[in-house]
């Protein structure tokens, strides 16, 4: 058990529709990464936060925000959802100084129909 | 655009067997790091390598980087089916952005 958490662990819902991913990094962490894991385009970073603060941005469609809370918990919305966007979402969380080892959660899979 | 190629992509290969997953990256980055996925499951991270040089075991598994040659290799020893498993290399990009390989899958047949 990494100590980062996600909810929820499944989704289903129909293309057009909006969802929102939850995650909680480990004690202490102030950073949250969020990665998309897809058939087609493997493991791909996606947008990191620090402290509240967008820190890194990666292929992360316009249709998808995310943002982090004062309690550092972070939240991953995708909105007008389309097939393509099925896939596992996992958070991960690091802490301070080297080596920024990042910790994943157990994702969520995210299914479009 | 940092690129990250492993190969092989799939490994099948018998118990008791020594075999070589390699790890290649296009720009000079200062992090290196391997994890290990089981169908479904989440990523469990197995060695952060920092330096030239640097060599890591734990158990079977051995990993080592040289950052001249932007290479870094995944060595087996004497597989055991608990290793099968699809094994991924990252490289940090900037800041602590990872770029993923593509991943090898292994499967150890007894």
């Known amino acids: 058990d990494s100590g980062v958490t996600q909810t929820p662990k499944h989704l289903i819902t129909a293309t057009g529709q909006r969802v929102t991913l939850r995650c909680s990094p480990r004690?202490?962490?102030?950073?949250v990464y969020w990665y998309q894991q897809s058939l087609d385009q493997g493991l791909q970073f996606l947008i990191q936060?620090?402290?509240?603060?967008?820190?890194a941005k990666g292929n992360i469609l316009e249709r998808f925000s995310a943002q982090q809370f004062p309690d550092l918990h972070s939240e991953l919305n995708l909105s007008s959802l389309e097939l393509g966007d099925s896939a596992l979402y996992f958070c991960?969380?690091?802490?301070?100084?080297?080596?920024?080892?990042?910790?994943f959660g157990p994702g969520t899979r995210l299914t479009v129909t | 655009e940092l690129k990250v190629e492993q190969n092989p992509l799939f490994l099948s290969m018998q118990e008791g067997k020594n075999y070589t997953i390699y790890c290649n990256y296009s720009?000079?980055?200062?992090?290196l790091y391997w994890y290990r996925q089981d169908p479904g499951k989440s990523l469990e991270s197995l060695f952060v390598?920092?330096?030239?040089?640097a060599v890591k075991q734990e158990g079977r598994l051995m990993a080592s980087l040289d950052t001249k040659a932007r290479l870094s290799t995944l060595h087996i020893t004497a597989a055991v089916h608990d290793l099968s498993a699809t094994y991924f290399c990252?490289?940090?990009?900037?800041?602590?952005?990872?770029?993923f390989g593509a991943g090898t899958i292994l499967r150890v047949k007894s």
């Open positions: 990252a490289v940090v990009e900037y800041g602590n952005k990872l770029v």
């Open positions: 936060y620090y402290n509240g603060e967008e820190r």
């Open positions: 390598l920092l330096s030239n040089g």
């Open positions: 991960a969380s690091s802490g301070e100084g080297s080596p920024y080892e990042q910790y």
């Open positions: 720009t000079t980055s200062d992090r």
């Open positions: 004690s202490g962490d102030l950073s």
